[in-house]
Nanobody, 121 residues
Framework: QVRLQESGPGLVKPSQTLSLTCKIS??????????WNWIRQSPDKGLEWIGY???????YSGPSFQARTSFSRDTSKNQYTLNLMSVIPEDTGTYYC?????????????WGQGTQVTVSS
């Protein structure tokens, strides 16, 4: 069974960098045609897609995140990482790692439990 587990700090200060890691079990991060995403949620903004790391290593961020977001992966540890720089209080929310597969359309078929992040001084 495929499982995703987020980890990282629950509290960060404004202007710092938020680093979150998603560990994958039950399948390989390099398995063909899987995309590994970050999605966040807040009560006032709803669900917001941030970006992905593809099985090939290619990565892409949504236009509103490209200036301050980077993705990386570690195939030896079967995990991938989100770095969100210069955080502000509006970045507060629950962050999820999510698998997507092409069929040829995307299915967000596996979700982690989510991790709460608060940006506050």
């Amino acid at each position: 069974q495929v499982r995703l587990q987020e980890s990282g700090p629950g509290l960060v200060k404004p202007s710092q960098t938020l680093s979150l890691t998603c560990k994958i079990s039950g399948t390989s991060i390099t398995t063909s045609d899987f995309y590994w995403n970050w999605i966040r949620q807040s009560p006032d903004k709803g669900l917001e897609w941030i970006g992905y790391v593809a099985y090939s290593g290619y990565n892409y961020s949504g236009p509103s995140f490209q200036a301050r977001t980077s993705f990386s992966r570690d195939t030896s540890k079967n995990q991938y990482t989100l770095n969100l720089m210069s955080v502000i209080p509006e970045d507060t929310g629950t962050y999820y790692c999510v698998r997507a597969t092409m069929a040829p359309q995307y299915w967000f078929d596996v979700w982690g439990q989510g991790t709460q992040v608060t940006v506050s001084s």
